[in-house]
């Protein structure tokens, strides 16, 4: 099989073929640090990590690129209110960001570039979209005109009433058309800001994108995503700027865009208040159960956010896991994903059969009886496990990971220990009592010839 993409620029799933044989470039837009990340902005880290690793596996040299937005108004304003200086407060994001990522298996991009290192590279661009006649320069804002780009609109298909209704756009003075956009503001000085020929200033969202893209992939390369809400009018704004810059060059072959994730039927915002961040959520389980429930809806699907969605996502973890324990005696055969995972995310990264796939091979691993079978199907669970970035964990860790507020490995070991102590000297009932204890607060013993294990419940 091939892979396919839903190519939102043409509305159906295509067969994706890249530039250059063997290479790809794929840009996903990053945050805007200002604050945790919630679930919600967790999706296409994850989505574009199952994708960069199926790509991969695939055999293509892939090149990904995410950014991180660290000027915005959102961040002056949010910096203020803290205290903190915009510097102390972007680093401070990041690095959180950046550690909530990795705890949902999400590997780092290979480039992430900064807006605040490519201003040399956005004040060029917009030097050249207002040589092209695309941009103007009024009252110390840089704007670009859009109605001198005969396909603006053609990404999201929006008509020229919906744009400027939908865009919210400001009705400025100094705008030639209402649905201009900025490209650069003037700062006051109190305010970040750079030194350009339009005086000290700061630039817009849009132009931060398209600049960063050019930089890590070229003018034209093969996949950009982000979450469906950057559509319109960020990723149409980023076409207009990046095909007007070079006389019209095609900007990304393939735009692929993550549907919601929900709460109640609501997209998960900030602004709706409506959010759990992903620090909270991994008190309550492991990144593993996360992923698993972000990745059992298919990624163009809103995707409701629940506590039962994350007990069950839990639950079937511990299923794939107690499949590998009880495989813990045989060595792995090959580790490769199993052809129907591989043929499941090759059609537009369908992530809910690939798991139906997982859970048939753990229930045959749990049914297997020859050594070869087993070998294989091991071999089977990790690599598809690698694919889709779950099962990373020993079995054992896994089991024995808690929760916040558990009870902690050493003083289960200590109990243990007195366990022993206990029936060494022939106090069953002291022993019994700590058994009963332990398995109160979820942990159970196992005593075998090898001595005392335990694992979480
Ligand atoms: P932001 O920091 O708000 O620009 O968002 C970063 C990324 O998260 C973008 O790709 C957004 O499309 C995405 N995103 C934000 N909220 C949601 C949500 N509720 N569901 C899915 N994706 C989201
Ligand atoms: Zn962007």
Redesign the pocket.
């Known amino acids: 099989m091939t892979l396919s993409l839903y190519n939102t620029a043409v509305r159906e799933k295509q067969e994706f073929v890249p530039m250059e044989p063997g290479k790809v470039g794929m840009y996903?837009?990053?945050?805007?640090v200002y604050d945790l990340?919630?679930i919600?902005?967790?999706?296409?880290?994850v989505i574009f990590d199952v994708l960069a690793r199926l790509l991969r596996y695939l055999g293509y040299d892939l090149t990904y690129v995410r950014n991180i937005?660290d000027v915005e108004d959102k961040i002056i304003t949010a910096a203020a209110e803290n205290g903190e200086s915009i510097d102390e407060l972007t680093r401070r994001t990041t690095q959180a960001y950046h550690d909530d990522m990795v705890a949902l298996n999400a590997e780092p991009p290979d480039i992430e570039p900064r807006a605040t290192e490519h201003i040399d590279g956005m004040i060029e661009m917009i030097g050249t979209l207002i040589e092209k006649g695309h941009a103007y320069e009024a009252e110390g804002h840089v704007l670009f005109n859009v109605p001198s780009m005969e396909k603006y609109g053609k990404l999201s298909g929006r008509n020229r009433d919906d744009m400027i209704a939908g865009a919210r756009v400001e009705v400025a003075p100094y705008k030639k058309d209402p649905a201009d956009f900025v490209l650069w503001k003037p700062s006051t000085p109190d305010i970040v800001g750079w030194d350009s020929p339009w005086g000290r200033g700061r630039p817009g969202w849009h132009i931060e994108c398209s600049v960063m893209a050019k930089a890590a992939l070229g003018i034209t390369f093969d996949i950009h995503?982000?979450?469906?809400?950057?559509i319109f009018p960020h990723h149409e704004n980023e076409v207009a700027q990046s095909c007007c810059a070079h006389d019209g060059a095609e900007f990304a072959k393939y735009w692929v865009?993550?549907?919601?994730?929900?709460v109640e039927g609501d997209?998960?915002?900030?602004s709706l208040g409506n959010?759990r961040t992903v620090r909270e959520l991994l008190e309550e389980a492991p990144g593993e159960a996360l992923r698993l429930n972000m990745l059992s809806a298919h990624y163009r699907q809103p995707?409701d956010w629940n506590a039962e969605g994350v007990t069950r996502s839990k639950t079937n973890m511990d299923r794939l896991y107690t499949a590998l324990q009880n495989l813990q005696d045989i060595d792995a055969g090959t580790v490769e994903p199993a052809p129907e995972v591989v043929a499941a995310l090759e059609d537009d990264l369908n992530t809910p059969q690939a798991l139906t796939a997982l859970y048939t091979l753990a229930s045959e691993a749990n049914k297997a009886s020859e050594p070869v079978e087993k070998a294989r199907l091991k071999g089977q669970l990790l690599g598809s496990g690698q694919l889709l970035g779950l099962l990373m964990l020993d079995p054992a860790d896994w089991f024995q990971a808690g929760e916040a507020g558990d009870i902690g490995e050493e003083e289960i070991e200590q109990l243990i220990k007195d366990r022993i102590d206990a029936k060494t000297a022939k106090d069953f009932a002291k022993a019994d009592v700590i058994r009963a204890d332990l398995a109160e607060k979820g942990v159970t013993l196992e005593d075998g010839p090898g001595g005392t294990t335990w694992k979480r419940t």
């Not at 919600?40 to 880290?45: E, F, K, L, Q, T």
């Not at 865009?257 to 929900?262: S, V």
């Open positions: 996903v837009c990053g945050p805007t990340a919630h919600g902005n967790a999706r296409p880290v937005t995503g982000g979450g469906r809400d950057l865009h993550n549907g919601f994730l929900t997209k998960m915002s900030k959010f995707l």
